[in-house]
């Protein structure tokens, strides 16, 4: 099958990539010439494990192609895939003027029937502005071309994205359109070999499907911050706590780790335009908007641990950080909990000097005008000099450190752990202070 996607971001590429490795000849497009550049010449502009080496071994065998010519791009698949970014707007709406332009690309070219995929993150009712573009662009042409818009939201995740789309648990298809739905159970098919995983729907339900998922994930997250905070204060440890509940096939252990709050590019964003759309449909998310504020309270605990134990003015003292991506096995920044920590301790005077594995050179990037930001080349570098560390991000390889190490390193021999990776009474027996979140 023949297969346009729009747009080489973590869905996009991700999701063109995945469908050549399969067989069809997939056509990726992008505005940035810079992307493409990258991407015609061996390389990959995004950080995500594995997909570099698909990326080159599909190009070599001449099923993938990257492209900058619209016209091209919209003649060249019978699916057109629309995988643009849709930042938040000012009011925390979906902003979907790229999805709107790719739209109405698609019907300003299209010369025969096409499948038009919302694979983006869209709110309710984004198909009949889509439908309702393209529709516009033919009738400015004097054009009758059949087409179909579907909605096929992913569910993937950074750091394990290629794996997720290969190897999916749920595909979800929202279609009005039988023929539209009968190509997308085809295109799907070598993903599901083992059992059925299509499930359709109309579209209006398939688009709220995506928003209700992550909204949920990011009410997990937050229940159990507000948990491990609640059980510091009872003398509880959040992580017994988490092996009773989660023992309950009702509840189930997955997302109920307490840290330092969600970041990345979906739950932040997704969570507001939901609350954004039940906004204009009358309704008020009291639920989500209690996630929100505990969300952004959490990302200030390791702060307020630090406080507490250095005081309120930190000048001249100089924190390790571990992590600075949002999460492992990505380098993405964005709403990252890193970000609030490292702004609140340099507005009490402190200075940082952080490692990540993937995510330096966002950092540098992002701090290129604070000196007081420093980056070390290993975990362990990052200690020279330090009064104390922090934790922010679960790498593997901060798992399992040299603890008699970090205390002839660390000035104040103290670790704030803002994802609970040490046994405390382990820690605590080489010397070391322990501060982690919802733990005794």
Known sequence: MKITVVGTGYVGLVSGTCLAEVGNDVLCLDLDPGKIKILNDGGIPIYEPGLREMVQRNRKAGRLAFTTDVEQAVAFGTVQFIAVGTPPAEDGSADLRYVLAAARNIGRHMRDYRIVVDKSTVPVGTADKVRAAIAEELKKRGAEVAFSVVSNPEFLKEGAAVEDFMRPDRIVVGSDDERATIVMRNLYAPFQRNHERVIAMDVRSAELTKYAA????????????????????????????????????????????????????????????????????????????????????????????????FGADLKGLNFALWGLAFKPNTDDMREAPSRVLVGELLARGASVTAYDPVAMDEAR???????RVRFAESPMAALEGADALAIVTEWKEFRSPDFQRLKQLLRTPAIFDGRNLYDPAEVRRNGLEYYPVGRL
């Open 214 to 309: 992550n909204a949920m994930l990011a009410t997990r997250i937050s229940f159990m911050n507000e948990l491990a905070n609640l059980a510091e204060r009872l003398g509880a440890d959040i992580e017994q706590v988490r092996r009773g509940i989660g023992a309950d096939p009702r509840i189930g252990y997955h997302f109920l780790y307490p840290g330092v709050g969600y970041g990345g590019s979906c739950f932040p964003k997704d969570v507001q335009a939901l609350m954004r759309t039940a906004g204009e449909a009358g309704m008020n998310l009291l639920i989500l908007d209690a996630v929100e504020q505990a969300n952004a309270l959490q990302k200030q605990v390791l702060a307020r641990k630090i406080v507490k134990r």
């Open 365 to 371: 990037h992002l701090y290129q005008a604070e000196s």
